[in-house]
């Protein structure tokens, strides 16, 4: 079986919340053992992460991939972005997933709640319900043509978003009063 590829990308700080999303593939593995989850970014949240993997008896299907600079090469193979932030503002990582044409499943707050319409171009989840995360990828894994239509919504919304944002920047910018 090829594996199934989640990314998620962000620094290893507490309020970034790997710690949901290796929680969710506990579960998931259970049911698609194919499914490996690369975790982009480095921190101090690092060995932490190491040892939850580790006590998990998920080094194969947990990946930290440490700072990357090549992350567009990660988006093409993974078919899935989760965000399990706190906070956030605007989520550059998931606009570049979505760009990408993969689906996101992405925690409650004030960034993701702008970018994500919850079912039509991912899904938005309370903050540290990974029964619920490991759920949605399961179901996105086993309906390609939800994940399909997913993707294509993502991808057109952020496409939108992105010009839209940047014009409202650089008005800012231009026509500062």
Same mark, same amino acid.
């Given at each position: 079986?090829? %594996?199934?590829?989640?990314?998620c990308? $962000?620094? /290893? /700080?507490?309020n970034?919340?790997?710690?949901? &999303?290796?929680? &969710?593939?506990?579960?998931?593995?259970?049911e698609?053992?194919?499914a490996?989850?690369?975790i #982009?970014? %480095? $921190?101090?949240q690092?060995?932490?992460l190491?040892n939850?993997?580790?006590?998990? $008896?998920?080094?194969?299907?947990?990946?930290l991939l440490g700072y990357?600079?090549n992350l567009e090469e990660?988006?093409?193979?993974c078919?899935? !972005?989760?965000s399990?932030s706190?906070r956030?503002g605007?989520? =550059?990582?998931?606009v570049?997933a979505m760009? !990408?044409g993969?689906?996101?499943v #992405?925690? +409650?707050?004030? $960034?993701h %709640?702008e =970018?994500?319409q919850?079912?039509k171009?991912?899904? *938005?989840i309370?903050i540290?319900d990974?029964d619920?995360? &490991?759920?949605?990828?399961?179901?996105v894994?086993n309906?390609v043509?939800?994940?399909k239509? *997913?993707?294509?919504? #993502?991808?057109?919304?952020a496409? +939108?978003?992105s010009a839209?944002?940047v014009? +409202?920047? =650089? +008005?800012?910018?231009?026509?500062?009063s």
């Amino acid at each position: 079986e090829k %594996n199934k590829y989640i990314l998620c990308v $962000g620094e /290893l /700080l507490p309020n970034k919340n790997q710690k949901m &999303a290796i929680e &969710a593939m506990r579960k998931l593995v259970l049911e698609i053992p194919e499914a490996v989850l690369l975790i #982009a970014g %480095n $921190g101090p949240q690092r060995d932490s992460l190491v040892n939850m993997i580790e006590n998990y $008896g998920l080094q194969n299907n947990v990946i930290l991939l440490g700072y990357c600079t090549n992350l567009e090469e990660y988006q093409r193979i993974c078919e899935f !972005s989760v965000s399990c932030s706190k906070r956030e503002g605007l989520p =550059l990582n998931l606009v570049e997933a979505m760009l !990408s044409g993969n689906p996101v499943v #992405a925690t +409650k707050n004030r $960034g993701h %709640n702008e =970018l994500i319409q919850n079912t039509k171009n991912g899904f *938005l989840i309370e903050i540290n319900d990974s029964d619920c995360l &490991a759920n949605y990828i399961k179901i996105v894994f086993n309906d390609v043509k939800l994940k399909k239509e *997913l993707g294509l919504f #993502a991808r057109e919304y952020a496409l +939108k978003y992105s010009a839209e944002s940047v014009i +409202k920047e =650089l +008005k800012q910018v231009y026509f500062q009063s």
